[in-house]
């Protein structure tokens, strides 16, 4: 039976729409519960290890090769860096008065060249160790541990070998920060 | 004339149904999707950083991993999502707190708090020691297969603290603290800073 040529004609131009509207509210669902879940806050983390004693034997078999043992004492106005014995490096680095409040600051800037200029001497070193008065803040220490720990863009290079003997330029200053004081 | 001319429009305007074009919205839509689902995969930990502490700013790098967080918050000690301890000499704080309310923190600790000289917080190493030994328990029953070697052996206790504070809290109360996870076997401290972005 052949069908009218009405329908025939109408059977073949159908379009399909599919619905997006329930699609498109999932979609605005998710935006809206990872927008109020994500962090926009990058938050970091500084390693520091807790000051270890190591036996007695090993403490002698270490201070045979005459470890550098870099000390930075915070003091309220002074930062005072030295080495084990003090006979190598002894700076003292002063605070400034702030030129927007008048209060005094620390040397930030003095601090990380006075360290660069140590770990041009002692390339190997890796560790410092930091002596904070009790009334040091937080803030402050996490600004002299960013200091002390890389090289900044605008320092002259350092090269070091790497493992295939080609040079490289060093990114750590003194990378392993320590407070020395915990313990006593 | 003119007037013929738009009745014979009017006449002829066809009522439709209005369809507003989502296919572009769509797009739209599913792209900021991937994009925040890309940024949440990289923002994996929960972090439990008190919104009262401000934290310091620093150049690191080094993004925290799943670790045991300790807060030290205005009022108090929180260590595993818990407080273990209220600051001494606190204003009377009302509840529920009106809005702008604000005071300034102590930071101090109450002499029977303390042990070791000053130097070991009791209620904290109570905490941090009992957390401790939860943690071994857990990895006494865990066994790791080296990938390269295929050896089994039993996970050790790493002793890592993510230590949260704002930036105003003294060393004197940072080296108190550390101290206690010292004697408590959390040997490795990680100092939370909020990630300063470079010029």
Redesign the interface.
């Known amino acids: 039976m052949l069908k009218r040529p009405t329908s025939r004609r109408k059977s073949g131009s159908q379009e399909v729409n599919p619905n997006l509207v329930p699609m498109l509210d999932a979609l605005v669902t998710l935006v809206a519960f990872l927008l109020f879940s994500s962090a926009f806050l990058s938050i970091v983390v500084i390693d520091t290890p807790a000051p270890v004693l190591a036996p007695a034997e090993e403490q002698i078999e270490k201070m045979k090769e005459k470890p550098l043992q870099l000390t930075v004492h915070i003091r309220p106005e002074t930062i005072f860096i030295t080495d084990w014995s003090g006979s190598r490096e002894t700076h003292t680095i002063p605070s400034l008065p702030d030129l927007k409040t008048g209060e005094k600051r620390y040397d930030y800037e003095r601090f990380h060249q006075t360290l660069v200029e140590i770990k041009r001497r002692y390339p190997k070193e890796t560790k410092i160790i930091f002596k904070p008065d009790g009334g040091v803040s937080y803030e402050v220490l996490v600004a002299l541990m960013d200091a002390a720990r890389r090289f900044e863009k605008t320092d002259s290079v350092l090269y070091k070998k790497n493992d295939q003997g080609i040079d490289e330029p060093e990114t750590k200053l003194f990378s392993e920060v320590i407070f020395g004081n915990i313990m006593s | 004339m003119r007037s013929s001319i738009k009745n014979r429009r009017r006449r002829h305007r066809i009522k439709r149904d209005f369809d507003l074009q989502?296919?572009s919205?769509?797009d739209m839509?599913?792209i900021?999707?991937v994009f925040?689902?890309k940024?949440?995969a990289t923002?994996s930990v929960a972090?439990a950083?008190s919104s009262n502490i401000k934290?310091?700013?620093?150049?690191?790098?080094?993004?925290?991993a799943d670790s045991i967080n300790l807060v030290v918050e205005p009022t108090g000690i929180m260590f595993d999502n818990e407080k273990v301890m209220d600051f001494a000499n606190l204003p009377v704080i009302p509840s529920p707190a009106p809005a702008g309310f604000t005071f300034t923190p102590t930071y101090e600790i109450e002499s029977r708090h303390l042990a070791d000289y000053g130097r070991r917080i009791l209620p904290l190493y109570d905490a941090m020691v009992k957390s401790r030994q939860k943690a071994e328990l857990m990895m006494s029953k865990a066994v790791v297969v080296d990938p390269t070697t295929g050896e089994r052996s039993t996970p050790k206790f790493q002793g890592v603290v993510?230590i949260h504070?704002?930036?105003?809290?003294?060393?004197?109360i940072?080296?108190k603290i550390?101290?206690t996870?010292?004697s408590a076997e959390?040997?490795?401290?990680?100092?939370?800073?909020?990630?300063?972005e470079e010029a």
């Open positions: 989502l296919t919205m769509m839509l599913i900021m999707v925040l689902l940024s949440y923002n972090f950083t934290l310091p700013s620093s150049t690191a790098e080094e993004i925290p993510i504070a704002d930036k105003s809290v003294k060393f004197d940072l080296r550390m101290y996870a010292g959390f040997k490795i401290f990680k100092l939370v800073a909020e990630k300063k």
